[in-house]
């Protein structure tokens, strides 16, 4: 059955730029309300006047990582908007630096934004959705959470981890209502190369050759709005190259990982 979206109240975080951004402007075609979240209300603010009917949004801002801030941002935005229909965990920060120069406190950022703080907001909300019988929760994480390149190492096992935690939830709450669902974007043209943590934790700065040739972030989420309209729970958006790698990833692992060692990855 196609999904009214006229009808949906989503939640999406990492709003304020890159594929969050084209999310929100997507779903507000469709006539979704939304309410966008990120650190900058200022960008967040943005993103809504480009929203079609942007008075029937809201803006909820904070800082993802704090436990305290979630919880106020929540109980915001049930006062203003009611109920979560759909959560969409995008907020996330990558990475640029080789393992043996990433230190453990850049490691341990990169798994507190990408997984620990997303699967903190997903308990948050879940209690309203099991107490309604029904909810979609959909998990951002990317092709790199299923193949492991270099450069990536925390960011590869954040995604890797937030994608088994979601396969768990799945099967956990397959007889209640909840939809669980993960997406799997490959190179797609944002700023997530040029905001990358590099091995001291500073941004990278510069975009990648592979994330400007990549997929356009409108492009991306028509496909994903589309694949979540039809009720998909795993939804890979990725180019040519990163198919054939997973692909590769099934018949032969040791061969792709032939292959990823002999190529040259930034």
Not at 40 to 61: I, M, T, Y
Not at 90 to 102: F, P
Not at 148 to 170: I, P, V
Not at 179 to 190: A, D, L, R
């Amino acid at each position: 059955m196609k999904t009214n979206y006229k009808k949906l109240t989503i939640w999406i975080t990492g709003a304020s730029s890159g594929i969050g951004e084209a999310l929100a402007i997507e779903m507000s075609r469709r006539g979704a309300t939304l309410i966008l979240s990120g650190r900058n209300r200022d960008k967040l603010k943005a993103v809504q006047k480009r929203c079609k009917n942007p008075k029937r949004h809201f803006v909820v801002d904070f800082d993802i990582t704090e436990p305290q801030q979630a919880i106020k941002a929540y109980e915001s935005i049930k006062s203003q908007a009611g109920d979560i229909d759909w959560l969409i965990n995008n907020a996330g920060v990558s990475q640029r630096s080789l393992i043996m120069e990433t230190s453990e406190a850049v490691e341990r950022q990169i798994m507190e934004v990408d997984y620990f703080a997303q699967i903190r907001l997903t308990r948050l909300v879940l209690p309203d959705m099991l107490a309604r019988d029904g909810g979609k929760v959909v998990m951002v994480s990317s092709v790199a959470g299923l193949i492991g390149t270099q450069y990536r190492g925390a960011y590869s096992a954040a995604k890797a981890a937030l994608h088994l935690w979601a396969n768990s939830l799945r099967a956990e709450l397959y007889d209640q209502g909840i939809e669980v669902v993960t997406i799997f974007p490959g190179f797609i043209q944002t700023n997530v190369s040029i905001n990358a943590l590099t091995g001291d934790g500073t941004p990278q700065g510069t975009m990648d050759h592979a994330t400007d040739a990549g997929m356009s972030a409108e492009q991306f989420a028509r496909k994903v709005v589309k694949a979540l309209g039809k009720g998909e729970e795993y939804i890979v958006v990725a180019g040519r190259q990163e198919k054939l790698g997973l692909a590769l990833a099934r018949v032969s692992p040791a061969k792709l990982y032939k292959v990823i060692r002999e190529s040259k990855v930034t």
